[in-house]
């Protein structure tokens, strides 16, 4: 078919999604699937990436305590050593402090990181639950193009990004 303005549709508003209740029960969930791990299933390798299962849970939890530092707390984020022109330096920078608190996570157990990650979660949603749904994002999110976010759509971001791990 050829390309004609009859065959472009409008692009329609953005419809906002509450996602702030669901971090809760997801994250209370994965809880109890991580206490029921085996010691070996830990190390089993993940489909995605060259983590295994107990990086994966370290990184979830340093993002969860990212974001309550930087969020929650006011904490200004970390600063790149060199400056971020690109997107793709913008991607190495975060690929950095993920391997940098991996590496680290490594000496902690799986109760440990368990445990951790189960009062970081709490709190987290805690948090989420607490912010009015049209308050601005801490942060935009940059690769839907934008400046400036919503805090709906940035909640909404985090949510899916913890909901694919």
């Known amino acids: 078919m050829p390309y004609t303005d009859a065959t472009i549709s409008p692009i329609q508003p953005l419809v906002p999604i509450d996602t702030r209740p669901l971090f809760r029960p997801v994250s209370a969930s994965l809880v109890r699937l991580l206490r029921g791990l085996q010691r070996e ?31 929650r707390d006011g904490m200004p984020p970390p600063l790149a050593s060199s400056g971020m022109e690109s997107e793709r330096a913008f991607v190495a920078f975060i690929n950095d402090l993920n391997a940098h608190w991996v590496g680290a ?50 909640v909404g971001c985090e949510f899916t990004e913890f909901w694919h791990y």
């Open 105 to 154: 996570a490594k000496r902690f157990s799986p109760r440990i990181l368990t445990e951790l990650y189960e009062r970081a979660a709490d709190d987290l949603a805690g948090w989420f639950e607490s912010l009015p749904f049209d308050v601005l994002a801490l942060f935009s999110v940059s690769w839907a193009g934008e400046d400036a976010s919503a805090g709906w759509f940035d």
């Open 41 to 71: 299933d830990w190390t089993r390798p993940t489909v995605a990436s060259q983590w295994m299962v107990r990086d994966v849970v370290a990184h979830l939890l340093d993002s969860t305590l990212r974001r309550l530092s930087f969020h």
